[in-house]
């Protein structure tokens, strides 16, 4: 038998405020740097009108929101003690350094930028399907402005069954 070394766990502290912060905090720049990664590669995917390369980038899209809705619920949840310090009132970006505060501005705001973008080209790409479909539905399909279900254009439906005059007076 080997002899094993005991290890006391007293001597091991909870982290600080401070570590649980930047702990957080760097979760949320990898958060973000997968998530900016991912609206690119969905970027290249809707270009290239690859249907399940933007099923695929949604759905990881949508997991990596999940994700960081869940660490910051994780960050604004109060400590198991119950008390805090004056330290522990406001983790988070008080926290942290300017440099660190600035670089996560930066990759917010080109994923905010990149959204917009990719919103704007599944747009684009939804109108060009809509008049592809009504290309391929033949020659009495209307290419008017999509109307969502019930909606009615306004025109009239006029009858000519004999009965109903086309042209009232």
Not at 11 to 37: F, H, T
């Amino acid at each position: 038998m080997m002899p094993t070394d005991s290890i006391r766990v007293d001597s091991i502290s909870p982290p600080s405020a401070r570590e649980r912060a930047d702990a957080l905090l760097w979760a949320r720049m990898a958060l973000l740097g997968e998530l900016e990664a991912s609206l690119l590669g969905s970027r290249k995917a809707v270009l290239a009108l690859d249907l399940p390369g933007i099923e695929r980038g949604t759905t990881e899209q949508v997991g990596l929101i999940g994700e960081l809705n869940a660490l910051e619920r994780r960050s604004m949840a109060p400590p198991a003690t119950g008390r805090r310090s004056a330290e522990e009132e406001a983790p988070g970006l008080s926290a942290c350094s300017p440099e660190v505060k600035e670089e996560l501005r930066r990759r917010e705001s080109r994923i905010l930028e990149a959204v917009r973008l990719q919103a704007a080209l599944l747009a684009r790409a939804r109108a060009k399907l809509r008049v592809l479909a009504n290309m391929l539905a033949g020659p009495s399909v209307t290419y008017g402005p999509f109307l969502p279900n019930g909606a009615s254009t306004g025109a009239v439906d006029w009858k000519c069954d004999g009965e109903s005059d086309p042209c009232p007076a």
